[in-house]
């Protein structure tokens, strides 16, 4: 894996238990952590290559570590990210406002950064109505304010979990065209602009 | 001089003697009619306009050239395929010394149509020419292209201004500027270990599989470490990390747009020429003295030496070390983050974090039975920099941001376990009691080192005490108990030994008293001998009495 390429840098963000590793296992692994089990070494990254229209994307999962005693370092995590799926829990109001945190965040640190909102665990919701604690037309307000896209996902039975990489990795190649020089340059806060402009034309 | 001989021959007029410039001294044919004087000053004006014009112009040539040059061979040219020549170079290493030795030759009587003073020189000179000087470098036993060096540099001095506009003038003068750039900086061309020997070796061994690329490549990156060497004094880190970006940025263009290189290609020549550069510049930019690298490597070992109450509980790390596999693996992973230190590369020491984040994410597997997360991860690689602590990590941290290939960095998988590292270094730096669970007082207590966590906890809600301990820390135990009830022992044998010298002094003591009563008690009394020898004589009785004298008449 160290070897592949990697085109894009997609971080994962979300409170504690909100299910990121799973929905990271459950796209690429296909599955859901019901029992033990011993394949992979961990989740925390993932490369995975995608179809897009003609084109073959290879996105960066980077898994994130969502405990409120790491807050002050998730700005290392999301440098240079090209889109941040934005986790929370549909059965948790509090991880929700843990997830306006992200936002904020990203808004303020990476402007080049896709926000994908995304909620969890919804067959729970399916099979309880009354544990749903996110609404969903809340969400899309917000998501609207902040120009995100927004899911409603389900580890556990795959519903929405393809479609959200999938549109990272489309947004991502349709806007591969501006950002590519951008890509190759970012190189941890410094000028690089000198190549942007030479490396395009040829 | 033979000019100004046959100048001899002619009649000329008194006037056309003097100084061009009118400045009243003679003037010399060979020096353009002007005294020596002028002829300095005019002789220095053109020759750094001549020199600045034929950079540009030597610049402009060579970047035809190849342009030119790759457009007509990039179908053509063909790379070998690297896996497997990659194993096949060590047997067919001679063969190609031998390829390029021919090729070499064939530069050299090439050039050789086009000496100096040739004004048409072709635009294929200067870049020629200056392979010709790297391959010289590369291979030994060419002597003669040294001499050539040094004729064409004797030339260069011996010609006149006016007839230096030939590309190969400017030639000269790069020559003589790179030779003079070398100089000054023996640290890196000379001082070379048995490392940078062997990385160079391997460098110009890959390359060989390139050709024509291969060649530019090694040329850049030479010129490349060469200007580096002249530049550091004077440079910050972070000017000198721009450096080496941007030259990165260059080359990797270069491939891509002049050599058509395919993206994992220029992955692959950038990995090698990324080891050769930074195997050579290492002394001279890893933890530079511009910076406060070092300031900050000992505070950070201050500090974690400061947190070494920080147990596993108080970070929340998933990890049962008293499972054999698991503290394998941590040790696994101590000793990986540890190296790091000792690598040269920047992706070497990357490998070394990834290797270590292995290590970390098989321990977590076998404690929880289940694959990692990223909220396993980080706590427990927090939780190894802590107990590793690992020698100048902050230096490290900053050199691989610095001089590492920033696609690597950004994106890929080594890049997520060197974003961990960072987030844990930050964290270690930020620690407090909060983030550890614990009263600002018990933090306050356990940093000043007045108590510790160990000591305070009764022992039943310490899982780490008793007989769950770490297997080291147990067989210290018993060797501390072995070695106390040791020393009890080897007192009771010195306390034994005293008592023992103790009786032989009384006993000798006392013997000694003993004969000393025992001579008072009997003294020696020696009685004197009865003087009277016949006294005693018993046997005088036996004797004949003494002859009596007798008288003889006769």
């Known amino acids: 894996m160290t070897a592949m390429r990697v085109d894009a840098k997609v971080v994962m963000l979300g409170k504690e238990s909100v299910g990121k590793t799973s929905l990271v296992e459950r796209y690429v692994h296909r599955r859901f952590l019901v029992g033990p089990y011993q394949n992979t070494i961990g989740a925390a990254f993932v490369a995975k290559a995608l179809n897009v229209g003609e084109k073959v994307i290879t996105l960066g999962i980077w898994d994130t570590a969502g405990s409120e005693r790491y807050e002050a370092m998730s700005r290392i995590y999301y440098r240079g990210a090209r889109a941040a799926i934005v986790c929370y829990d549909l059965t948790d109001s509090s991880s929700f406002g843990r997830a306006r945190f992200w936002v904020k965040e990203l808004q303020n640190c990476e402007e080049h950064c896709k926000i994908y909102l995304c909620g969890t665990k919804s067959d729970l919701i399916e099979a309880d109505r009354s544990t749903r604690q996110v609404d969903y037309h809340d969400v899309q307000d917000f998501a609207d304010e902040i120009g995100a896209q927004h899911f409603e996902t389900s580890s556990k039975t795959g519903k929405n979990v393809d479609e959200v990489f999938q549109k990272v990795a489309e947004d991502f190649s349709s806007c591969a065209l501006e950002f590519m020089q951008e890509e190759k340059g970012v190189d941890l806060g410094q000028k690089k602009d000198s190549y942007f402009d030479n490396c395009c034309h040829n | ?554």
């Open chain 2, 1 to 554: 001089m033979s000019q100004r001989s046959e100048r001899r021959g002619i009649h000329v007029d008194q006037s056309e003697l003097l100084c061009k410039k009118g400045c009243g001294y003679y003037g010399n044919a060979a020096w353009q009619g002007l005294c020596s004087k002028c002829w300095r000053d005019e002789y220095q004006k053109a020759r750094q306009r001549q020199i600045q014009d034929d950079w540009a112009l030597a610049e402009k040539l060579q970047r035809e050239e190849e342009a030119a040059y790759v457009s007509s061979h990039s179908s053509s040219q063909t790379q070998p395929p690297q896996s497997h020549s990659q194993h096949s170079l060590a047997t067919f290493s001679k063969f190609e010394e031998k390829k390029t030795n021919e090729k070499t030759r064939k530069v050299t009587t090439v050039k050789k149509f086009f000496s100096p003073s040739s004004r048409t020189a072709p635009k294929k000179v200067p870049p020629e020419k200056e392979r010709e000087k790297e391959k010289e470098e590369k291979l030994p036993g060419r002597r003669e292209s040294h001499g050539e060096n040094l004729l064409r540099d004797l030339k260069g001095i011996f010609t006149q201004p006016w007839e230096m506009s030939s590309p190969t003038e400017a030639l000269v003068s790069r020559l003589r500027e790179s030779h003079e750039a070398k100089t000054p900086s023996p640290s890196i061309t000379r001082q070379s270990s048995i490392e940078t020997d062997r990385v160079s070796r391997d460098f110009v061994e890959f390359l060989k599989t390139l050709h024509k690329p291969g060649r530019e490549i090694h040329k850049h990156s030479r010129a490349f470490i060469d200007s580096m060497g002249n530049k550091k004094q004077d440079l910050s880190a972070e000017e000198l990390s721009e450096c080496v970006q941007d030259f990165y940025q260059g080359m990797s263009d270069r491939l891509l747009n002049h050599f058509k290189g395919s993206s994992e290609k220029v992955d692959r020549v950038m990995d090698q020429v990324e080891k050769y550069i930074m195997t050579r510049l290492y002394k001279s930019v890893f933890c530079p003295e511009t910076s406060d690298d070092e300031k900050k490597d000992l505070a950070t070992q201050h500090r974690i030496r400061a947190l070494h109450w920080v147990t596993i509980q108080m970070l929340c790390v998933p990890v049962e070390e008293e499972i054999p596999e698991v503290s394998d693996s941590v040790v696994k992973a101590i000793t990986d983050i540890i190296e790091m230190d000792s690598k040269r590369v920047p992706r070497d020491k990357l490998a070394c974090i990834t290797s270590c984040s292995k290590h970390i994410f098989n321990a977590i597997r076998v404690t929880k039975n289940e694959p990692a997360s990223a909220d396993d991860f980080l706590p427990t690689l927090i939780y190894i920099v802590l107990k590793a602590n690992p020698p100048r990590l902050q230096s490290n941290i900053q050199y691989i941001t610095r001089f590492c290939n920033p696609s690597r960095l950004m994106t890929g998988e080594d890049g997520y376990y060197f974003t961990n590292l960072c987030c844990a270094v930050a964290f270690i730096e930020k620690l407090d009691a909060q983030s550890l669970n614990l009263s600002p007082e018990d933090f306050e207590r356990y940093m000043s080192g007045q108590a510790s966590p160990r000591r305070q906890d009764d022992p039943a809600g310490w899982p780490q005490s008793g007989s769950r301990v770490n297997p080291v820390l147990t067989q210290i135990q018993h060797n501390l108990s072995v070695l106390s009830s040791l020393e009890k022992r080897q007192q009771q044998v010195i306390e034994g030994a005293q008592s023992l010298e103790a009786e032989l002094t009384e006993w000798q003591e006392s013997v000694a008293r003993e004969v000393q009563e025992i001579l008072e008690r009997y003294p020696l009394d020696i009685k004197p001998r009865a003087s009277a020898i016949d006294a005693e004589n018993v046997e005088n009785d036996r004797l004949p009495p003494p002859l009596q004298p007798q008288v003889f008449a006769g």
